[in-house]
């Protein structure tokens, strides 16, 4: 599975921005998908993640309730909508996909994940 995420950019704190995260080959569908950021000089830092079927959404604290995840399986995308954005969601947004979802924890951890797009940078001024 080759990933490709984009939509990232440079907006005001407040607005909003989808990301968007395209995956080729397919079996696309069988992967729980998960979002990651990484802000400079800090770890890489879990998200949100979304089942392979769509049914089951997880989410960081700190984005819950501002962040949706989705997914269309039809088009082999998964997007990422960041409403209420704040300077501290500043970082690169990595996409990722994750064959072995069994567990809510498999989601939130970087290393469980067996493929990562190439990173979009989102900016959030004050």
């Known amino acids: 599975v080759q990933l490709q995420a984009s939509g990232g950019g440079l907006v005001q704190a407040g607005d909003s921005l989808r990301l968007s995260c395209a995956a080729s080959g397919r079996t696309f569908s069988i992967y729980g998908m998960g979002w990651f950021r990484q802000a400079p000089g800090k770890e890489r830092e879990f998200v949100g993640g979304?089942?392979?079927?769509?049914?089951?959404?997880y989410y960081a604290d700190s984005v819950k309730g501002r962040f949706t995840i989705s997914r269309d399986n039809a088009k082999n995308t998964v997007y990422l909508q960041m409403n209420s954005l704040k300077p501290e969601d500043t970082a690169v947004y990595y996409c990722a996909a994750n064959k072995n979802t069994l567990y809510r924890y498999y989601y939130t951890v970087a290393y469980k994940y067996d493929y990562w797009g190439q990173g979009t940078l989102v900016t959030v001024s004050s």
């Open positions: 979304i089942s392979w079927s769509g049914g089951s959404t």
